[in-house]
């Protein structure tokens, strides 16, 4: 999502490091391009001006220009100013009510808000362990309630039955009644949305707001429809009220500009970002993480915390014996590309890693095919099991045969076969050298012969 803008500023910070001493004119020149890479990236203008104008007070400073690292001072600098204009820190879901605690979802139409209703709803039973329950109140959208309906299914969350002909607010007070008589910790409303805000929408909403006495009210908004989506909360928060938004399609190719904007216009929290179709595809928006990522810095806590998520301790562990034993086989080599596949692929998670911005140019030439990893599991599912467990046997013929089952050529098969034996042999090495060996010679000292990391 903020790919462009990190592109940008890296390029600006990166000759601004470079300079070694700065004067004041060095920190305004560099301040006049941020300025314009935060517009391009659709950075609403009076937060860029508001932005730019604290970041200059201290950056011209008389402490800053005397630095021994003044470039990286400024850097620190924009990164203060970023997570304040994002929020500071995390801002959890608030449940501190009577049960059922009630949330209502509200936004445009087109937005995702039925999909990130039940997202939400699946992610409070499964990691919160709230009873909850789901109510469509859109009655104009056709099969809008059927659709919750069937995401609740997918999500394995209730839904409140449909009974044609009910209008919101009394499907709001049957949900309530069923929410209280169900003993259910949560009542998530999903309410009808419009192609643009109008007078009879806002009337609804404010109708259905003063029925259900919400303990949050979140704008679901679209990442991708930029400088409107700044607007659109405006009017949202103006008319409604709101407790915290919730950015949809953040994974896309968007610049990024509405969620710098948006806490900034509105005084409201992103509190939860879509970062994906599936389910399980919704995030805590934390502030600091994203302006790490977007300086370049990387977010190795997310990576960690993705880690945890999907990485099973036992398989893990057992996979550490037989690395020990020196019987890591292609069975184990295929469990490995899964893992990086459940992680969000290659891409999600170099862009987690630190000083990975200074390379985005050369990644982007590098053109990465996420598609790759579904290649060598499909190459390594078409062999016998005594082919995954003794790779000698896999002659010309053998390999022909894999090749035409998995749907690839003998020359990928190849590729995925050396990359097993790279592995392999920096499995033996690392268990040869110990820790010790290992601290004393780095990874210089257990790559394969001809390995380059660039």
């Known amino acids: 999502m903020f790919d462009t803008l990190a592109g940008r500023l890296g ?10 001493a700065l004067g ?8 006049r391009e941020v300025r314009v890479a935060l517009l391009e990236a659709d950075v609403a203008l009076p937060v860029v001006k508001d932005f730019i104008a604290a970041v200059k007070v201290r950056a011209t400073g008389a402490e800053v220009l005397r630095s021994v690292t003044p470039g990286q001072m400024v850097v620190k600098i924009v990164h203060d100013h970023l997570i304040e ?14 049960p059922p605690a009630v949330i209502m979802m509200v936004g445009l139409q087109g937005s995702g808000k039925t999909t990130t209703t039940a997202k939400l709803a ?6 919160d362990k709230k009873k909850t329950l789901m109510a469509s109140l859109d009655v104009r959208r056709p099969a809008a309630q059927e659709q919750l309906a069937v995401l609740g299914e997918q999500a394995e969350v209730r839904t409140l039955p449909v009974v044609a002909g009910q209008q919101p607010v009394a499907i709001t007070k049957r949900a309530l009644q069923a929410a209280r008589l169900g003993g259910f910790d949560v009542l998530l409303l999903d309410t009808a949305g419009r192609l643009h805000v109008d007078t009879a929408l806002m009337a609804e909403l404010a109708e259905v707001r003063s029925v259900a006495d919400p303990v949050e009210t979140l704008l679901v908004a679209d990442s991708l429809t930029g400088q409107d989506a700044v607007e659109i909360a405006r009017r949202f928060s103006d008319r409604i009220g ?26 409201c929290p992103i509190k939860l970002v879509g970062v994906g179709e599936g389910l399980d595809a919704l995030e805590d928006f934390h502030p600091e993480r994203i302006a790490s990522r ?39 080599f295929a469990a490995q590309l899964a893992q990086i596949g459940k992680m969000g692929g290659m891409g999600s998670m170099l862009g987690l890693i630190p000083g990975i911005g200074k390379a985005r140019k050369q990644l982007a030439q590098a053109n990465i095919d996420e598609q ?49 034996k790279d592995m392999s042999l920096m499995m033996k090495r690392v268990n040869k050298m110990g820790k010790k060996g290992l601290m004393r010679h780095g990874l210089a000292g257990v790559m394969p012969p001809g390995f380059s990391p660039h």
């Not at 390029?11 to 070694?20: A, I, N, Q, T, Y």
């Not at 004041?24 to 301040?31: G, W």
């Not at 699946?122 to 990691?127: D, E, N, Q, S, V």
């Not at 099991?385 to 003998?410: C, M, P, Q, Y």
């Open 24 to 31: 004041e004119s060095d920190v305004t020149d560099a301040l």
């Open 294 to 332: 977007i300086l370049g810095m990387g977010d190795v806590v997310s990576l960690v915390e993705k880690a945890s998520e999907t990485i099973d301790r036992e398989e893990a562990e057992k996979l550490a014996t037989k690395m020990s034993k020196g019987s890591f086989d292609l069975d184990d």
């Open 242 to 267: 709101l407790s915290g938004i919730v950015l949809t399609r953040v994974d896309g190719d968007g610049r990024g500009g509405a969620a710098l904007s948006m806490r900034a216009v509105t005084g």
């Open 85 to 98: 204009m994002l929020g500071t820190r995390a801002a959890e879901i608030n449940l501190a009510a009577n």
């Open 372 to 420: 790759l990893l579904v290649r060598q599991q499909a190459i390594i599912g078409s062999m016998t099991v005594r082919e995954r467990r003794h790779v000698k046997v896999l002659n010309g013929s053998r390999k022909r045969r894999i090749a035409a089952g998995s749907g690839t050529t003998v020359q990928d098969v190849n590729r995925v076969l050396k990359q097993f």
């Open 11 to 20: 390029e600006v910070f990166d000759r601004l490091k470079r300079r070694g």
């Open 122 to 127: 699946r992610r409070l039973t499964g990691r």
